[in-house]
């Protein structure tokens, strides 16, 4: 992914609004939802989308990160066709997003219609309206050709009629139309249990479907989906993930049998979940797990030693086989049982023996177990809303020790589609790839104390090229002593005169030594006796006692012709 990709802008108007996605998704196209919002199935249908789009739309409008929504547009059909939303940024725009979900649940799903086909040009005519409207927001938004160009939309239709027979119509509605700027049109059929199987079709049907699709020169897809929250949410959220494909995003590379060049298999990426770090208001959804510190409840003012430890609750024991790892996230943090000092010895015996009992128990059974976090008072967890909850995978190991992980939840679980497949792979390539097993080392172990980053020598260079170019120069210990405490009055100038000389034939018979300036009191001399055994005559004068009036001895302050002493022996002894 090239470098000038990683901002592209939108568009830009006179007034200095700008829209821009990032490189992370560079071909993220602008989304259009139309509802076939028609009785008899509206009744049934609206309160499971309008739900759906409710709660999908809260979570695309509190994402950080790149936009992976750059644009939306919500038309509703029902005795006529009407655009609920023109196309608004989805970040940021909570507010008026929800006031449209809610004037989409206020249409009537009572009442007579005038027939399917009549539905029918409703939907030819919203997906032209569409490209129509795209094609305005970029010609009064856009500065250059180029973003133009580059921007395209995506339109999904909701129905609750027959898909096939919505896919015939808008494909013979379509054909001769303006449809550069479509990327794809999907049609999405909500059925209910009843309605299962009563739109079956054989392959000679897809086979024409398809060809039609040819011909229509965009991609057309049909996907039946169950009158349920969840189905829904998950063709919504289909939208968050990247819509790229003009570029592999990864090549994996083998050593080949001929150690020419390598086997190279090319890849594209997928996620699996969205990543709580990404909402900025979820402090409980297990966002850190760096440290000990990030799993500790939250404290306002003091330290965390006052606050009460976590509480993992535990919810179910699960399979350890029966364990994805695709919706484990973060970093695992580990374990053992404890040794607080406060605890005493008995409850500590007691509690080391529960614990390697936990370990033995899941270890000896294959088990997980399923933990969730109980929610904190309201005073330590803030605000007034619904407390959020993090829930947690526990791990056994060989040692007496734990693996907690993170464990994503339904909210933030992306839809992800990994089918089995049933047929024997290539001979040939089967072949080739077990060639270039042969060519690797194999452990039994693996010892991560054998990989080698280069981290040390990264930051070594980074704080060679952070230093200031023009270091500071340390000055010799006379000159500095001489700066940092002026000399007052002719005796005091007499005095030093001698310490002076001193330092400066230290200076001519070897390197003056570049150090802090000695403070005038002991420490002089515990810094002098460092350099050398002092002369006989630099020795401290005796603490002189008084007695005080209830009887009580003191130290008296040295006199100032004493003092003048000390700076004279600290500094001869330099």
Known sequence: MSMDNRKRPVGSSNSGNLVYWSSSFPRQPARVLIVEALPPWWSETCPVL??????????????????????????????QQECLLPFVQVRGNLARLRSCVEELRTLPGEGCIRGAARGGDLLRQAVLDSLQQLKQFIRHTSTGSQASNNLSVEVTVVTSQPGRGVVRHLEAGLKGADLVSLKRLLVVQIYSAADWGQDSHSPEDLHTETDDSLMLGTEVDLQRVENSVFTMETV????????????????????????LSPVCVKCDMQERLISPALIPLSPNLGVKTESVRDFLPLAKGLANQGQPPRRLKAIKTLHADGVCESVLYGLPLVLRPTTCWQLDWDEMETNHNLFHALCHTLRSRDLFLLLHVEPAQ????????????????LQPSPSLSLLLKP?????????????????????DAVQTIQGCFTQLD???????????????????SRGLLSQPRYPYRLQPAVAHRDQSQPLEGPKATGSRRQPQNHGRQLGMNSKARATVAPLPSSSSHSSSSSLGPPPAKASRPALKLSSSSNGSRRAAAPTRQEENNDDDVSMVMQ
Do not use: M
């Not at 309201?378 to 947690?392: N, Q």
């Open 236 to 259: 919504l959220k289909a939208w968050l993930q990247e819509q790229g494909g003009d570029r592999e995003h990864l090549h994996l590379l083998l050593p080949s049998l001929d150690n």
């Open 50 to 79: 309008c739900d759906a789009l409710d709660n999908f739309l809260s979570l695309a409008c509190s994402l950080d990160g790149p936009c992976r929504i750059p644009l939306l547009s919500l038309y509703a059909i029902s005795r």
């Open 407 to 427: 464990v994503v939840s339904r909210e933030l679980l992306l839809p992800c589609s990994l089918p089995v497949s049933t047929q024997e792979p290539d001979p």
């Open 442 to 460: 194999e452990e039994c172990v693996f010892n991560p104390l054998s990989l080698s980053s280069n981290l040390y020598q990264h930051l070594r």
């Open 378 to 393: 309201r005073s330590t967890a803030g605000g007034s809303g619904p407390c959020v909850y993090s829930h947690y995978v």
